[in-house]
């Protein structure tokens, strides 16, 4: 089946399709709602690839809308209501957008917080969990299964309403509530800044700048086209990641492949031979990305790769450095990768993202 193919159910050999019989809309919804159950006419969807490059789960629009509306009824059906805050550790996996967005059908709202790094240890790991906990005042904190013990200790003794992991949410036995969908001016989320100058802090997200700023991406920004095919292995607790490469390809109906950020970190190249072999179009990364992968492709590889359907090299988050572009472009030229491709981009979480 080729990345044409129309398809629309769940599937984990086969990545969702390029293009689809739905017309683009850029944006233009009164909240991520409508932007989902709009996508979900079509067959686009989400994609996760292992670190050997091998799709693990692929699911349609259709079907991450179907999970979403689930977890909406059972959030209800446990009591949280309206404005209530749900803290999701955000590992790149479909179960944390399925609960993101299944958030947004009882008007809960979603903080994602960050993976640990190799900076402070578990200890430092934990204690900021907890803080950003307490500061955005959660009452439930969900995760994967890797992050359980994490999520115990941060949430121990906070008065959470449920902590544990997505797969423990989803089989709680309790009665469906009646779904709360947000109004355009309803938060959508909290997304906590990078940090780098001081200690992350939590900023609100309406629906309404949110669907502003992904229709202004995609009509103005990036110039989407039907052949447009989106690659990330940017984090989703980061704004690039979360709003360029999740809910802006959600709101103008674009399929994704993700790879996980570690999973980069082990094997850049990945990056680069998914861009190849499904014909990526626009992809996202901070300046040392593109420098890694520069510095660790080999003669053999470059040969294999074929980067010439890339349009949109999005590069921010850290400082633009003439010397990585240059040496990028020069590097990958022999794959078909065109110097013109670079967009330099510029984010500020607290002006709800670019």
């Not at 909406?72 to 993101?100: N, P, S």
């Not at 190799?118 to 890797?146: H, K, N, W």
């Not at 109906?253 to 996980?260: G, K, N």
Request: net charge negative.
């Amino acid at each position: 089946m080729s990345l044409t193919a129309v398809k629309n159910t769940f599937d984990t050999t086969e990545p969702t399709p390029t293009q689809d019989h739905l017309p683009r809309r850029f944006g233009d919804f009164p909240t991520l709602i409508d932007a989902l159950e709009y996508a979900a006419q079509g067959e686009r969807g989400v994609n996760f690839y292992s670190a050997r490059g091998v799709l693990d789960v692929s699911a349609s629009y259709a079907t991450l809308r179907s999970r979403a509306e689930r977890v909406g009824r059972k959030l209800a059906g446990m009591g949280f209501e309206r404005g209530d805050r749900v803290a999701l550790i955000a590992g790149t996996h479909l179960d944390f957008v399925v609960f993101f967005l299944g958030c947004q059908y009882a008007s809960v709202l979603p903080v994602p917080l960050p993976l640990p790094t190799s900076f402070g240890g578990r200890d430092g790991y934990v204690s900021q969990l907890r803080l950003q906990v307490e500061s955005c005042r959660a009452t439930a904190m969900i995760g994967p299964d890797s992050m359980v013990e994490f999520g115990e200790e941060a949430g121990e003794g906070l008065g959470l309403k449920f902590a544990g992991t997505f797969a423990e949410f989803e089989a709680l036995d309790c009665p469906d509530g009646t779904l709360v969908r947000p109004e355009t001016d309803s938060l959508a989320y909290l997304q906590y800044s990078s940090g780098s100058t001081r200690f992350p802090h939590g900023i609100a997200i309406t629906h309404k700048a949110l669907m502003a700023n992904c229709g202004g991406q995609g009509r103005d920004g990036v110039q989407l086209v039907d052949t447009d095919r989106c690659i990330s292995w940017l984090p989703f607790y980061h704004d690039m990641g979360l709003v360029g490469t999740l809910l802006t390809p959600i709101a103008n109906q674009v399929s994704v492949d993700f790879l996980a950020t570690e999973d980069f970190a082990r094997r850049p190249m990945q990056w680069l031979s998914l861009m190849s072999r499904n014909r990526g179009t626009i992809t996202y990364s901070p300046t040392f990305g593109y420098d890694i992968c520069a510095r660790r492709v080999s003669a053999s590889l470059l040969k294999e790769l074929d980067l010439s359907a890339w349009r949109v090299a999005g590069i921010g988050g850290d400082m633009i450095r003439p010397d990585v572009i240059n040496n990028f472009a020069e590097t990958f030229a022999e794959a078909g990768f065109k110097p013109t491709t670079f967009v330099p981009s510029y984010g500020l979480a607290e002006c709800t993202l670019p």
